[in-house]
Structure formats: C-alpha cells, structure tokens
C-alpha cells in the first residue's frame, strides 16, 4: 500500500512540475540565480505572549507573507504542492504541537485543483513549556520552516525562525496575539446543532447535512476539503442539493484510492457571508464522520437528489432505463435470441388467443425474473467491495464458454439436427413442445436468454440510467432494473396481447421449417463471436479445448439424429442416450478446463494488439494507450486533448463502433489533425480502475466515448451510438490553441 502510495505522490508531483513550471529544475535555478532561501515571501515567528509562565501552554505562529500572484499550501495540498512544516529547535522541556491550519481557498490550475493560502497565512503552533523553567530568564524559540511557494513555477523556500521570550510568575500577551487570535478564528470548528452523515455507494461519497430549526444557511456553494490526499478527486465539482431542510453534497471518490474510505475527516467551508452558527462566527465546519454505505435514509435523500449519471433525477433515470430496454431490441447481441422470439410467433399463429396472451406474459416475466437476478448479483458483489458493472458475467471465460456451447446447441437444434425432448427444446426458448407446460416454459426462458445476451450491450439512454442505479439504495436500484427489464420486453409482450396481429402471417407450412433453419445461423455467428472474446481471455490454448467441446457436442448431436428412431431396441437407446450424456458432460468440462488457460506471453501481446490497435487504423498521430487514470492526467497535463474509448471485446456496439466510426479514414484524420491522445480503457477482463473511472462518468458499462478537450475544462460524454458525424462534432468543439501541438 505504501508503495503505491509513493507512486501516486510520485505522479503528482510529475504533473505539477509538467503544468505549472515545465521542470522543477527550473524553478530550483531561479532561487540559486537569486540566493534567496525565501522567494517571494517572508517567513517570521510571532507569539501571543511577551512573557510565558512555567507550565502554561502558549500559541506561536508562523507568518507567511507572498508576493502577489503567489500560493504557499495547506496541510493536503490537492493535486500538487507540499504543505509547511516546521522543525523546530526548542530549549530542553519545551514540547510543540501541531500546525493549527486555518481553512485554506482553491487554487485550481489547468485540470488540477490544489487547497494553499495567497497574501498571507498566519499557522499556530502551540508550545507547553516545562512546570520546573525559572523565572526572570530569557528563553529563544527558534526552527526552521519549509515551504512551497508557487505561481506559474514552483520553488522551494525556507527560513531560520527565532522568537525570545521572558519567563514571568505570569503571562504577559504580546503584540502579535491579535493577529494569532485572528488566525485561530479561521480554524474549523465542531458545531454540535448540526448532524453531518456520510454514505458511499459505486466510487462516490454523499454528505448530508441537516440544519438546526433555528439556524438554516443557504449552502449553496459550500466546499468540502478533505483531510487526506487519496480519498476524493480534488478537481471534481461538488454539486449541492436538497432534501427537504437537509444539504447532500456530491463528492467523488479519488482515482487514485486503493480502497473505500470508512470516514470523511475535514473542513466544510460555507459560503461567503454564510455561518454554520447563528452568530456568524463559524465559516469552517470540522468534519468527522465514518461513512455507512448501508445508510439507508443518506443513500434515499441522495437517490432522490441524485447527482449521478448525469444529473439524471430518479424519475428520468427510470424513463431512461425504458427507452434504453426498448432499443435494446435492435442492439446485434440480442438479435439472435429475438429471432428465436420471431419463430415462435409465427408457430402461434392461429392458435387460442388466451395461450398466445400467456405466452406473452411468460416471456415478460422471464425477462423481468432474470433481470431481478443480476441486478441482485450485480449490487451483493458490489457492496461486498468488489468493482463490477454491467455485463460482469462475460468477464468470466467460463461464462463465456458456457454461452458459446449453449448457442452452439441452439444452432444445431433449430437445424433439425436432434430433438432431444421438451426440456432441453425448452433452454433454446422453441414456444411450440410437445406439451402446453413446456410450451409456457420454453417461452420463460426465452425471456431469460434473451436478458443475459442483452448485457453486452449498452443501448442509447442506458449508460446514463445503469450509471445512477448503482448510486441508489437497493430499492431504488431494481426499481431502474425493472423499467430496463420492462421496455426490452414490451413489443413482444405487446405483440401477444394483440394476437389478431399474427393472423397476418401466411399459412403453417414449409416456409416455416426454412424460417427455423434460417435462424441457426444467427446461433451460430453468436457462438463464433463467443469463442473469439473467449481467445481474448484466455488465448490459443483456451480457444483449442473449447474447440473441442463444440466439436463433442456436434458428435452428440449427430448422434441423437442418428440414433433416435422409436423402433431401436431398449439397449441401443439407453447406450444412446448415455454416450451422449458424457459427451454433454464432456463439451462443458472442456469449456470450463478451456477457461482456466491464462494466455501466453505472445497471445496476451497479440491480444493486447489487437484491442489496442487493430479495431481503429494506426494513424500517424500515435497508435493507441492503454489506460490509466495516471495516463490520463498526465496526456491532459500537456494540454492535449484526450479521447478515451470505454470498450471490451464481448461488447458488440463496441466493436460496431470501432470498426464503423473509430477507425474511418475522416475520423482518424480528425483525430490527427487536433493532436487528440488516443487512449483505449480495456474492459474485457475485470479491471477495477477501469470500472471506478466508469463510475466517475456516471457509467456503469461500456460502450462509454470520453472526449477531454485539452483546455482544462470538463470531458464531454458521446453516445453509445457512434456515427462520424457525431465524433467530427465533437471534435469541432475542441479549441484551437488546446489542439495545437
């Protein structure tokens, strides 16, 4: 943990010394080339006392003052920079305190924000003198202090700090108390009217704050600093909003946290002309609180205020999660299963109303059911710590596997090459069985199917809706689930209701079994693209065994069509039958023996290539950089704008995206003409910086297109649908002197 710790400072100061000065060599130059330890600024030690008593603690104070246009830091100094400190040199007996920060402002730069102090700072210290000092004597307090200074360059600055005092029977104040007490003033203080709570849910925090009767501020523009470096993303914004007579501030998790924070440690400064007392004494609120991601009455104020995913509010959220089922019916991962859908139809027609409408229902709630259950999973692994967003499961090779086999079987089926009996009929989602119980099962778990191929893709108007379930309390999440659920199941469910419809179709006959064949095929593609995301993850030698559970479970197949005349013996069918239960068996043991394949040092660089470059051309601007938050800030830190494409292999819009709109002629040219950093954040295995920086788009699956323009201001977010058009737009907005080179 240290160690990564390290690294993150290490990264931080690189941006500072890449933004601010070009080089901290530079910066050191300037103070050698004036031989001033002190650079625009003077340091010297004040005292409230002019004399001391033994025993009796005092109160010194650094004084900072700087030169216009120049910052020194406060204790976390954001992004950048290095807080003061002191080493004192003290007589023996005396102890010093810590440095009694008073609150600090922002001092943001480019796309960094850091907390510091301009004009002057004045820092108490407290010192405790030993009860045996003698009286009449003449003590010397004395340290050295070390300060970052800053304006367009940083340079380091110190000074040698002396102050004498008497000691006396009793303390004398001194002419620099008033400016001490002045100081202490601007500490935070704990304000006991007032209850502060904090909740965490999905890589965001929410404090919310609830106002005595008496004394109700307007916080808008109220400013969290928090203790700790590594615990919030210092440049993000920190929207308010309200609950009734509670405040809930939005703030977001760092990228650079290694772990959920169990409290928010810091100082809350109220606005301008704003008091967290009725006196107006306190602008600066200490904050200490642990954070309860079970808080139920935090995370339902902040659902109903909800900040994430866009600003979405909960009812919008949930239209955007119907729209975004709706168009999830013309998305290529659900087609297949929707054909499947289609057949059925067209097998009902001119069948009894009621069982049609039943059928119809049947395949609603098979939808909705599945839905349920991997909004379920998708919110207990989470809240077990874990990083995981939409579409979780296909990041799981065996998963993967097991999809490739099942879709591979549906193939075979809708061929006509076995007929295995009404339960397995039932999983490829065939509405007409033998019996009418296995038809209405067969039509459930169409629904079912027809969800989890769904999840590979992100439909217009889902990111935005998945991106704020994830931030809402459990009730509020499957409430999003199912309005998701609900508009993927509505043509269909509609469809049924109105069976006259389907009385439109021709007659039963031949052209249906051509119909059924026809869609194997759509099976089989599926199954094709499987087996490729599964060599994504696991490479050649993981490919070749599930190779050969689908070869073991055509064998079966051919076996069950071979074999399954009513007229066989008893003995050739149980031996049938058994030969082609181990065959199953083993199909699925290969696809699972497959999945535990690592990929080799050459098929991971090929496959690393391969999502990193081959789905958009090598333009001469630069190929593709893999992701991460540190890449990213550091790309932005130059001033150049950045594009970064959220993508995965199993992501079917993604690769739609890619290889229609990304990696086009135009595009790339636009991309290179505006010196845009190509920057590609490779989801197909689980990556939890790469979910984390999803979470802070209000994002919980790909495809998610982030475009930074380079001038310090905030990303801009494309659709999930790309066309060149609407990435050539965007591109347009860039300003010209971000997207110089």
Known sequence: MSSLRLSARLVLSALCVAVLSGTILAGLAAAQSTDDPSPHSEASLLSEAASIAPGEPFTVALRLQMEEGWHSYWKNPGDSGEPTSIDWALPPGFEAGTIQWPYPHRVPFGPMTSYGYSDEVVLPVTITPPDTLSTGRTVTLGGQANWLICAEICLPAEAQLQRSVTVASAPEPGPSAEAIAAAQSKQPTPVDD???????????????????E???????????????????????????????????????????????ADSLRGVLVAPEGTSWDPDGDVRALRVDVPVDSTLEEVASLAAANSGGGGGLSLPWALAFAFAGGLLLNLMPCVFPVISVKILGFAEQAGEDDAEIRRHGTLFGGGV?????????????????????????QLQSPTFVALMALLFFGIGLNLLGIFEVGTRLMSLGGRLQTKTTADGRLGAFMTGVLATVVATPCTAPF???????????????????????????????????????????????????ETLKQFFAFPMFATSIWLVWVFGQQTGNGGVAMLLFGLLLLGMAGWIVHRWSAPSLSRTVTLLTRG??????????????????????????????????????????????TSFSPETVESLRAEGRPV????????????????????????VQAAFQERNVALVKADWTNRDPQITEALESHGRSGVPVYVLYPGDGSGPTLLPEVLT????LNALDEIPADASAS
């Open 194 to 212: 007032w209850t502060v709570q904090a909740a965490r849910s999905s890589g965001s925090y929410t404090l919310a704050l609830t106002p005595p």
């Open 462 to 512: 889902m990111g935005a809706a998945l991106g704020v379930a994830l931030t809402l309390s459990t009730a509020g999440a499957l409430f999003i689930f199912t309005a998701l659920g609900a508009g993927m199941a509505l043509p269909y469910v509609g469809l049924s209701m109105a069976p006259r419809l389907l009385d439109r179709l021709p007659e039963p006959g031949a052209w249906m």
């Open 579 to 624: 030969t082609v239960s181990v065959m199953i068996a083993g199909a699925i043991g290969a696809g699972v023996i497959g999945a535990g394949y690592g990929p080799s040092a050459a098929a991971s660089d090929s496959a690393t290539d391969t999502r990193a470059s081959a789905s958009t051309a090598d333009a001469t601007s630069g190929a593709w």
């Open 643 to 666: 594009f970064v494409d959220f993508t995965a292999a199993w992501c079917l819009t993604c690769q739609v995206n890619e290889r229609t709109v990304l990696s086009t002629d135009a």
């Open 368 to 392: 909705l059911a599945s839905m349920w259950v991997l909004a379920g999973i998708l919110l207990a692994v989470r809240a077990a710590g874990s990083q995981v967003g939409w579409g979780f």
């Open 214 to 260: 008496d004394h109700r501020p307007d916080l808008e523009g109220a400013y969290f600093f928090p203790a700790e470096k590594e615990v919030l993303d210092h440049a993000a914004p920190q929207p308010l909003s309200k609950a009734g007579a509670t405040s809930l501030l939005a703030l977001q998790q760092s990228s650079y946290a290694q772990s959920a």
């Open 724 to 727: 060149q058009d609407i990435v």
